[in-house]
């Protein structure tokens, strides 16, 4: 088992560096002078004409001039060394602009996953146990409305009314920049609300459809009748045969989720100002500064990449099935 | 003692489908039957039907008493006393008849822990004893072991035990032998076999093994009960053109058999006897359906034995 793990592991570890040197490579051979696409278009021409100097220093600090795969051992370095290079919109290192962000991103993304994961798993196993029930019948249509309607629809009309209209809550922003201590922190949960409550929205409504199947097939397994015929209460068929074995594909969901607690909505973060990873690399994208967006890029692919291991790792230890599997292979 | 009278099972739908059409039959304290019959024909409805297992489109008429109170008008917390405490259901032993992510040793023991208040520690103890008595091999390791591991014939006697477990006095088993090569199936027959106090209804479509574990056989076609009677009457004197070409269809009978297509479906119509469409017997008369005849204590559905 353990083999097993640092075997997949190792494989993690080499998709994370396959992804990284990816990444390098997109920008050396992206069309044009790679320093267009490290500096920013608009500072690389002003630069060629009042200064190609400076643009002849900032090729030798990229190493532009060494052959490739010097090039790819630098850039290596600066990963390990954590050193992302300076983002052309602030000119502040890319890392603190990420760090920052990160920061107000887990404020939205960590009570997404524990509220959206609960509410989702509860709702999910009420209307799978009995499907065709009042329950399910009111939930589901609702659910399957809050999955398919782009983001950004729900969001603007969340803001038009509860923050436009009625001005219960802030258009946009984190904060209101000048309170302190419990005030602020009061002040965040404020503006966070409405972003908060659409995430958990969408979350409880995914993980919502995702458990109501996992119950609804679950339910109708052999296994399930041969609960039933021991003579077991309907909720001890339910919690300990029914709701154990519809938790594996959720929690495998979940892990995945938890992935992706870093990158943000970038919808949600884009309509209500939230300076977050999804506002960061949204506008990254669009102001082109590639080092930021780099970085962005490398941030999610990595979360992804420990979300699956922790999924695999995680699933071993629940279902024996999978643990024997791997044990075996 | 059970006892079926005029058992019939309709799934409500959008069109309705009869199942089990009026099957009647004792289960004497201690007795063993064996029900018989192809794929299709409502055999394993009927052993649902009287742990109430059904599904809620499912409608059961008729009355199936035990021991004079009648199963279907029982309430919810009286069928749970009765399911696994008085009548086990042994279920065919495939990869889903257990839960995955339990141990088999807390499965078998689990109706313990739930008519008798035996301790979760305690029923997993018993339980290890309960697979000795079936003669499992290495059983402290297998109680500990999930389902996956256990071959389908070492699951199928797992099940038995687990039906057996709390002391159940009739022991239902849904073709215990499906799948099964024939050393199996002999371990399988064996493990029947060392039920001795139990009253037993097994589901087959072999008839041989149905030949070695009981005493009464009930043989059904199309939803039909088509004949009834002990195991020597059905296998040595059968009455019925169903049943005998069953029986010559039987391996140890040259596996004699006819191509006349496949019982009707549940959505046909068919008017009179059901098999008079693949019987080489069939009658004039056959257009309507038999009365069932009894000849001596047997019972058949056939215009040949009809007064």
């Not at chain 1, 993690?12 to 040197?21: G, N, Q």
């Not at chain 1, 002040?187 to 995430?199: F, G, Q, T």
């Not at chain 1, 199947?213 to 399930?224: H, I, K």
């Not at chain 2, 069932?292 to 007064?307: I, L, S």
């Amino acid at each position: 088992m353990l083999k097993r793990i640092i075997k997949k592991s190792l494989i993690a570890v080499l998709t994370v560096f396959a992804i990284v040197t990816v990444s390098f490579l997109m920008v050396r051979f992206m069309p044009g002078d790679t320093l267009i696409h490290l500096v920013g278009a608009d500072r690389y021409y002003e630069l060629l004409e009042d200064s190609p100097k400076q643009l002849e220093h900032i090729a030798e600090l990229y190493g532009l001039n060494d052959p490739l795969w010097k090039q790819y051992l630098k850039y290596l370095k600066s990963i390990v060394t954590l050193d992302f290079g300076i983002a052309y919109s602030n000119h502040l290192p890319v890392l603190d602009n990420v760090l920052s962000c990160a920061r107000w991103t887990l404020i939205l993304s960590v009570p997404t996953f524990i509220i959206g994961g609960f509410l989702g798993a509860v709702a999910g196993v009420l209307a799978g146990w009995k499907p065709g029930g009042a329950f399910d019948r009111i939930m589901t249509p609702v659910m399957i409305f809050v999955n398919t309607v782009p983001t950004y629809c729900i969001g603007i009309i969340f803001l038009v009314v509860f923050a436009f209209k009625n001005g219960w809550f802030p258009v946009n922003g984190m904060t209101n920049g000048t309170s302190t201590g419990i005030a602020r922190i009061l002040d965040i949960m404020w503006h966070a609300a409405l972003p908060l409550c659409l995430l958990v929205m969408f979350r409880t409504a995914g993980n919502f459809l995702l458990m109501k199947s996992n119950v609804s097939q679950v339910r109708s397994e052999e296994y399930v009748t041969t609960a039933y015929s021991k003579g077991l209460t309907e909720k001890k068929v339910l919690f300990r045969h029914v709701m154990k074995n519809a938790m594996v594909p959720y929690v495998t969901s979940l892990c995945m989720q938890l992935g992706s607690l870093l990158s943000g909505s970038m919808m949600l973060e884009v309509i209500f100002g939230w300076k977050g990873m999804g506002n960061l690399f949204y506008s990254a994208v669009n102001s082109r500064d590639y080092p930021t967006a780099q970085l962005c890029f490398m941030i999610s692919a990595v979360c992804i990449v420990a979300g699956t291991l922790l999924s695999d790792i995680v699933i071993s230890f629940i279902d024996p099935r999978v643990k024997d599997a791997i044990d075996e292979y | 003692m059970l006892e079926l009278k005029n058992v019939s099972v309709e799934f409500i739908s959008a069109s309705s489908v009869r199942a089990v059409d009026g099957v009647s039959m004792v289960l004497r304290d201690g007795s063993r039957t064996a029900i018989v019959g192809e794929t299709g024909s409502g055999k394993s409805i009927l052993m649902l039907s009287i742990m109430r297992l059904l599904a809620s489109n499912a409608a059961i008429s008729g009355e199936i008493l035990l021991d004079g109170e009648d199963i279907l008008k029982a309430d919810r917390k009286r069928l749970q006393q009765i399911r696994g405490g008085i009548i086990s259901y042994v279920p065919q032993g495939g990869g889903a008849s257990m839960n995955p992510l339990l141990k088999v040793g807390f499965q078998v023991g689990e109706p313990l822990m739930e008519h008798r208040g035996v301790s979760r520690r305690e029923a997993e103890k018993k339980s290890i004893g309960l697979l000795k008595f079936f003669n499992l091999g290495d059983e402290e390791r297998l109680a500990k072991s999930y389902p996956h591991t256990f071959s389908g014939g070492m699951r199928q006697r797992a099940m038995v035990a687990m039906g057996i477990s709390a002391g159940a006095r009739i022991i239902l088993a849904d073709e215990p032998t499906k799948g099964l090569d024939e050393k199996r199936v002999a371990l399988v027959t064996d493990t029947f076999n060392r039920l001795k106090d139990e009253t037993l209804l097994v589901v087959t479509h072999d008839m041989t093994f149905a030949q070695k574990v009981a005493q009464d056989i009930c043989v059904m076609y199309a939803s039909q009960q088509v004949e009834y009677g002990t195991a020597s009457q059905i296998i040595g004197d059968p009455l019925h053109p169903y049943t005998r070409d069953m029986i010559s269809a039987m391996p140890e009978n040259g596996m004699k058999y006819d191509d006349r297509g496949f019982a009707p479906s549940h959505e046909e119509d068919v008017k009179g006897c059901r098999y008079s469409q693949r019987c080489h017997e069939c009658m004039e008369k056959c257009s309507e359906m038999p009365p069932v005849a009894d000849v001596n204590g047997h019972k058949v559905r056939c215009w040949k034995y009809a007064v």
